[in-house]
Nanobody
């Protein structure tokens, strides 16, 4: 059974940091693209960051570039999103996603597997 499980969410003050982890199981995701999306109340799910596990390429939304860093550990079948200098507008449920083939890294419809989400709340 393929499963993605996020962890590391929580409540943090503006300017603080959180580190989200995505643990994948059920098969090897080494050659899959992994991504993070987020969804705030009343808003559409939006792209945050993605990483090519077969290589080392990354992509970031303009809103998080310079503050967030996506990384992976293929041996542990995990992906990590380090979030620094958090802002109240970063508040959302963060979802981990994976796919073997992705034409548009920022399109949620391209991804085959999704985690349950982890809540990130940034207070002001």
């Amino acid at each position: 059974q393929v499963q993605l499980v996020e962890s590391g969410g929580g409540l943090v003050q503006a300017g603080g940091s959180l580190r989200l982890s995505c643990a994948a199981s059920g098969r090897t995701f080494s050659n899959d693209k992994m991504a993070w999306f987020r969804q705030a109340p009343g808003k559409d799910r939006e792209f945050v960051a993605a990483i090519n596990w077969s290589g080392y390429g990354t992509s970031y939304a303009d809103s998080v570039k310079g503050r967030f860093t996506i990384s992976r550990d293929n041996a542990k079948n995990t992906a990590v999103l380090q979030m620094n200098t958090l802002k109240p507008e970063d508040t959302a449920v963060y979802y981990c996603a994976a796919a073997n083939r992705v034409a548009r890294w920022g399109s949620a419809s391209e991804y085959d597997y999704w985690g349950q989400g982890t809540q990130v709340t940034v207070s002001s």
